[in-house]
């Protein structure tokens, strides 16, 4: 069974750095085709991906993020963790990890992932 | 990247067919999935690749993709299937970063 954790601070000041940690068990992330997703959510609003981390140690950050996020991975401790700096009230909302996983190869020969299992999600809340 | 779009809201009675759609440019060529977020809970995958759903999900939800559009179909739909409904797909390289906006479902 799969399950993953999400763990920091629920309150950081503005400018400050958040450090989120992803504890998870049920899958080994030195395994082939696996990997961890951070998504958070705002209040009331949509869905939005920040970093992803392969098994292969290959890393995605979303484009509009890039700059403030760091994500890397300690498999012996089957956690991952999140870095994002200079936080901004904006950045206020629940953060969560999900497993990923390979699905299946597209026309153009690229592996396709998704997102399977999800973490409960932890609030974080960006103010002086 | 490119965009997935959803409606923001459907209303159905308990009992009628719920249908929430998601169109994108690059959904001929690459498979949709659907989530399924309750009020202050964590998404739960209800659809994967199109049409396929996982283990434990109720037989009322299904999927379906035809050209630029996925539809979640929910026959059927229950009062405790009201919640909010993601699509989302992979870019072009094949990372799971396109996410729509999300519809929400009433079922009163």
């Known amino acids: 069974q799969i399950t993953l954790k999400e763990s920091g601070p629920t309150l950081v000041k503005p400018t400050q750095t958040l450090t989120l940690t992803c504890t998870f068990s049920?899958?080994?992330?030195?395994?082939?085709?696996?990997?961890v997703g951070w998504i958070r959510q705002p209040p009331g609003k949509a869905l939005e991906w920040l970093a992803l981390?392969?098994?292969?140690?290959?890393?995605r950050y979303s484009p509009s993020l890039k700059s403030r996020l760091t994500i890397t991975k300690d498999t012996s401790k089957n956690q991952v963790v999140l870095t994002m700096t200079n936080m901004d009230p904006v950045d206020t909302g629940t953060y969560y990890c999900a497993h990923i996983l390979f699905g299946y190869y597209d026309s153009s020969g690229y592996k396709n992932y998704y997102f399977d299992y999800w973490g409960q999600g932890t609030l974080v809340t960006v103010s002086s | 990247s490119y965009e997935l779009t959803q409606p923001p809201s459907v209303s159905v009675s308990p009992g009628q067919t719920a249908r929430i759609t998601c169109s994108g440019d690059a959904l001929p060529k690459k498979y949709a999935y659907w989530y399924q977020q309750k009020s202050g809970q964590a998404p739960v995958l209800v659809i994967y690749?199109?049409?396929k759903r996982p283990s434990g999900i109720p037989e009322r939800f299904s999927g379906s993709s035809s050209g630029t559009m996925a539809t979640l179909t929910i026959s059927g739909a229950q009062v405790e299937d009201e919640a909010d409904y993601y699509c989302?797909?992979?870019?072009?390289?094949?990372?799971?970063?396109?996410f729509g906006g999300g519809t929400k479902l009433t079922v009163l």
């Open positions: 690749e199109d049409s």
């Open positions: 989302y797909s992979t870019d072009s390289s094949g990372h799971p970063v396109v």
């Open positions: 049920g899958f080994s992330l030195s395994t082939s085709g696996v990997g």
């Open positions: 981390i392969y098994w292969d140690d290959d890393k």
